[in-house]
């Protein structure tokens, strides 16, 4: 008997044609593989960064410098788009950031608390 289908969620976040950053969510499938858990299809990364951000982190409108995956591992991330909306990310939660272009975005820390987070470079 075959076990279900699991995912991880992932919000994506982008410059759309109107050169504003946007979120948007999406799914990575993953496969059963027995006893060592469910697993998705490789992926290939450039880099891993390790991250310590300071409990007054407050960033001003920037761009993600390259494609990037962000995986909070402490703490929490707040981030703002151009039409005023926010989003926080806590532990366990992954952003893809491909806003390289337009107006970017704001990140702030979350509750005054510093965060720890994994920032895995792609293309």
Avoid at 4 to 33: C, N
Avoid at 70 to 93: H, K, N, S
Avoid at 106 to 117: H, M, T
């Amino acid at each position: 008997m075959a076990s279900a289908k699991r995912s991880m969620r992932v919000t994506r976040l982008y410059t759309g044609a109107d050169q504003q950053s946007h979120f948007e969510d999406f799914d990575i499938d993953m496969d059963d593989h027995g006893l060592i858990g469910h697993l998705s299809a490789r992926h290939a990364v450039k880099s891993l960064i390790f991250r310590h951000t300071d409990s007054n982190y407050d960033y001003s409108w920037h761009n993600a410098p390259e494609r990037q995956y962000i995986v909070i591992l402490e703490g929490g991330l707040d981030v703002e788009i151009g039409d005023g909306t926010r989003r926080v990310f806590g532990a366990g939660d992954i952003l893809l950031a491909e806003d390289l272009t337009g107006q970017g975005h704001i990140s702030r820390a979350v509750n005054g608390e510093p965060r720890r987070s994994l920032f895995i470079t792609i293309d």
